[in-house]
């Protein structure tokens, strides 16, 4: 059982700053990758940026140059620094959590929002 727990949404002008930040609860040992999915009204769900054990990043093409995602891998943590921010990053942000096994696990928070405002 993973439990995630997410802090750090809120409400921001065009062109500032926020950093989220999600803590796992349990172990996500061996093989995984922690990362932030968005989701905003009338769209799909997408990766905004992903980063495994290993350290390999992953970034939505929207977000690269503004974003950045890090590990804190004895904290189990993961934040996202989100700097420049536009109106349409504007969404729910979702921190996830995938472990590798024979399956894949995969771990959901709750959600927390994000709104950029023009």
């Known amino acids: 059982q993973v439990q995630l727990v997410e802090s750090g949404g809120g409400l921001v002008q065009a062109g500032g700053s926020l950093t989220l930040s999600c803590t796992a609860a349990g172990s996500i040992g061996g093989l995984n990758a922690m990362g932030w999915y968005r989701q905003a009204p009338g769209k799909q769900r997408e990766l905004v940026a992903a980063?495994?054990?290993?350290?390999?990043?992953n970034y939505a093409d929207s977000v690269k140059g503004r974003f950045t995602i890090s590990r804190d891998n004895a904290k189990n943590t993961v934040s996202l620094q989100m700097n420049s921010l536009k109106p349409e990053d504007t969404a729910v942000y979702y921190c996830?959590?995938?472990?590798?096994?024979?399956?894949?696990?995969?771990?959901w928070g709750q959600g927390t929002q994000v709104t950029v405002s023009s």
């Open positions: 996830n959590v995938k472990i590798q096994l024979v399956l894949q696990y995969n771990y």
């Open positions: 980063i495994t054990s290993g350290g390999s990043t």
